[in-house]
């Protein structure tokens, strides 16, 4: 796999991934659940941190970095479910990471739905830790 920036032309290829690997984000009629917005909000803020990994040319992975310069954000980390366990998502995050580090960042934080118990286990593997912290978010 290839890890490169996110380029225009991979938009469909990344929608459809993302439809696949996210299946909240077929109600759209939420912004924060809508793709296309997605990328487009992403492409005009850092958009040196959103990576695909493409294989044989093909986008099947895909994380979004970010960092306010005090402690750096990862989001939409996807790989294509046939695709799964071959260290592709690991390589995703890696990357995001070692973008983050040499930006200077000291902590990075990713937030997955409760009821996806099943993702814990893939980022303890990757050395990440539950915060005893509380969540909060308001919808603009």
């Known amino acids: ?4 920036t996110f380029d225009a032309g991979d938009r469909d290829a990344v929608i459809a991934l993302w439809r696949d690997v ?11 659940r809508d793709p ?20 044989d040319g ?13 402690r750096g954000w990862v ?3 996807a790989v294509t ?19 983050l580090t040499k930006l200077g960042c000291p902590k990075v934080n990713l937030q997955i739905l ?3 118990t099943e993702l814990r286990g893939f980022y303890e593997r990757l050395g990440y830790r539950m915060d005893e912290v509380v969540s909060l978010g308001k919808r603009l």
Request: without cysteine; proline residues 5%; positive net charge.
């Open 114 to 116: 409760s009821v996806k």
């Open 81 to 99: 479910p046939s695709l799964r366990g071959r260290g592709y998502g690991s390589a995703l995050m890696i990357h995001a990471e070692t973008v």
């Open 1 to 4: 796999m290839i890890i490169r």
């Open 22 to 32: 996210f299946p909240e984000y077929a109600d759209v009629s939420r912004p924060q």
């Open 36 to 55: 296309s917005l997605s990328i487009e909000n992403k492409t005009k803020t850092q958009p040196e941190l959103f990576f695909v990994g493409a294989l």
């Open 75 to 77: 989001y939409s980390l």
């Open 58 to 70: 093909n986008v099947i992975g895909t994380v979004m970095a970010g960092y306010d310069g005090h």
